[in-house]
């Protein structure tokens, strides 16, 4: 019951009433009788909102599989970015059937490799030190991110670019997976998520509607109610600016 929420619900709900109306509007074109023109398009509302349901479980079953699939990913990006050289590439070359050379370099059946973890981009300066080094030929590196710049390094001098999604495959298949024990992040407060919701990019549609429902006010017959949505967007552009000042 974890999985239905109020937004899946309403959703549901929605898509009944709109196939209702639907239904109704058809069927009542084929079917003079009104009260088994209800009951057909009651029938198809009720078929509708469970293909709906059960769309949506699907739909939002894949999204948290992605979602936990990219947390993972994200989780050990972060692991492998504070633990040592020496230590990655040890964990690389027991997943390789390679052999640890000391600092960041393995030896694996197609070639020499560095390990590169970090948590920034790697950039050319870094490959560049490498190669200056004067290490044994490296034919490939594996890290987390790398900038264009150090992409079109590697790819001047033939060095194959591994990054941490084929490197997680890599641990989970040989059994390699190390235990990440890292510090849960936590949640924002309510006031915090509300706030980082009024962004600055959003003043301007706030600003003309709600200065559009005031100058609407001046024509209608029920002002009242054009004035007081008006004033609330208005005050909500405001918002989106104090929230979120820039320097």
Do not use: H, W
């Not at 599989?65 to 990913?73: F, G, Y």
């Amino acid at each position: 019951m974890k999985r239905i929420t109020l937004a899946l619900v309403s959703d549901c709900l929605f898509s009944m009433l709109c196939a209702f109306f639907v239904g109704l509007a058809v069927i009542r074109f084929y079917v003079r009788n009104v009260a088994l023109s209800i009951c057909l398009s009651v029938m198809v509302a009720l078929a509708a909102g469970i293909l709906c349901l059960l769309f949506l479980l699907r739909r939002r079953e894949k999204l948290c599989e992605s979602t936990a699939s990219t947390k993972a990913l994200e989780r050990l990006s972060l692991y492998l970015a504070i633990t040592s050289d020496e230590s990655c590439a040890k964990l690389l070359a027991d997943a390789l059937n390679g052999t640890y050379m000391g600092g960041n370099c393995l030896s694996t059946p197609d070639g020499n490799a560095c390990a590169l973890f970090r948590a920034e981009p790697v950039g050319a300066d870094e490959i560049a030190l490498m190669l200056r080094r004067g290490q044994p030929k490296i034919s490939a590196v594996y890290l987390n991110f790398i900038s264009p710049e150090a992409e079109r390094l590697c790819d001047l001098f033939g060095i194959k670019i591994n990054r941490v999604g084929k490197v997680m495959e890599l641990l989970k298949s040989t059994g390699n997976l190390p235990d990440i024990s890292l510090p849960e992040e936590k949640k924002r407060g309510i006031l915090k998520r509300i706030k980082s919701r009024f962004t600055r990019r959003l003043f301007p549609s706030l600003f003309f509607s709600g200065l559009a429902l005031l100058a609407f006010s001046a024509f209608t017959f029920y002002p009242v109610y054009y004035v007081v949505f008006g004033s609330a967007l208005m005050l909500l552009s405001a918002l989106c600016l104090l929230f979120n000042q820039s320097s």
